[in-house]
């Protein structure tokens, strides 16, 4: 199925699969690190997380097949946990839209591919994108932990 993957170190919870387009993902250890954080704030224990990062025609073939959704997306989160403290899940990223956000959103598309990352995160702590509200809530903490990464890579 994958023509490209890696499965980082086997201590490490946090692995990423590559359908056919790469992508520069670098610092693994300190987002893996980071990410781990954002679930331990939320005092969520994060037993298992697959990003599995694909093109817009394979994330539509899931949205079809799992949502009925006959639509592109950026990111699609399958939440597999048995409850609400032991997060296990699959989140999915369209490239393919991470690039076409960041151009219509006039950002990069490093800074685009980690709001994706962040966002499916935030909704297995809890955070919904449903309402005007809910989205202006899930944009913030977005945007917290956008800087806060960024000032983390700095600092480095």
Avoid: P, W
């Avoid at 987002?31 to 969520?44: M, V």
């Avoid at 309402?131 to 917290?144: I, L, P, V």
Wanted: aromatic share 12%; hydrophobic share 35%; with cysteine.
């Amino acid at each position: 199925m994958f023509t490209n993957f890696e499965i980082m170190q086997q201590q490490s919870k946090i692995y990423f699969f590559f359908e056919s387009k790469k992508v520069d993902l670098r610092n693994r250890h300190q987002l893996r690190s980071f990410i781990n954080s954002i679930f331990r704030k939320h005092k969520k224990k994060l037993t298992s997380l697959n990003y599995i990062f694909c093109s817009d025609q394979y994330l539509l073939e899931i949205n079809k097949t799992y949502l009925s959704h006959n639509y592109h997306t950026d990111i699609i989160t399958f939440d597999l946990s048995e409850n609400t403290q032991d997060i296990q899940a699959e989140i999915y990223i369209s490239i393919d839209r991470v690039r076409d956000n960041a151009k219509t959103l006039k950002t990069t598309v490093k800074e685009e591919l980690h709001r994706v990352i962040f966002h499916g995160v935030l909704h297995l702590c809890g955070y919904k994108d449903k309402t005007k509200s809910s989205q202006a809530e899930m944009r913030k903490a977005e945007d917290y932990y956008l800087q806060k990464y960024s000032a983390l890579l700095r600092s480095t």
